[in-house]
């Protein structure tokens, strides 16, 4: 298993590239062997997550994501890629709508808060499509910082079991 195990820490432009790096080599093997990741992450950029979180869900073999620790913001959404997602019952999960912080002229800021709002919709909608719930029930859950033990993510659907 440890072969065809990664991790997930702070999402960042080096760690993900690294992921994905790592990642697509393990996909492009003929032993299509279950791919195992474990997450203890704090959240970080969207666009990077974004981008972990469509290399996992394109690829068609198993998939297994273990929390241990943490799993807050874009890290919560990337878990939902996953086939199988497993959290510690010690861990945490923490969903909200993100943070931005830009020194922007006025109008720049106005093109960001449009595209945050995409970024927002785009977290309900794959929240929505995995776990249930309408896109609106998971805006109104993520309009603040909302924590989640073990058993209220399996509750909720954001897990499928408790290790």
Not at 112 to 131: E, I, M, P, T
Not at 145 to 160: C, H, M, P, S, W
Request: aromatic share 10%; charged share 25%; proline share 1%.
């Amino acid at each position: 298993m440890a072969q065809r195990t990664l991790t997930i820490g702070e999402v960042t432009d080096e760690s993900t590239n690294e992921f994905i790096r790592i990642f697509w080599l393990l996909a492009k093997k003929k032993n299509k062997d279950k791919i195992t990741v474990i997450i203890n992450s704090p959240g970080g950029d969207i666009d990077h997550g974004r981008a972990m979180y469509d290399i996992i869900h394109k690829y068609t073999g198993e998939t297994s994501a273990l929390i241990y620790g943490n799993c807050s913001s874009i890290s919560a959404i990337i878990l939902q890629a996953f086939k199988d997602r497993a959290m510690s019952q010690s861990a945490v999960m923490l969903l909200h709508d993100g943070t931005q912080s830009q020194d922007l002229n006025a109008r720049d800021f106005e093109q960001a808060g449009k595209q945050s709002a995409k970024d927002r919709q785009w977290f309900y909608n794959v929240l929505a499509a995995r776990c249930g719930r309408t896109a609106q029930f998971w805006g109104k859950r993520c309009s603040r910082d909302t924590y989640y033990t073990a058993k209220e993510a399996l509750r909720f659907g954001l897990i499928d079991r408790i290790i």
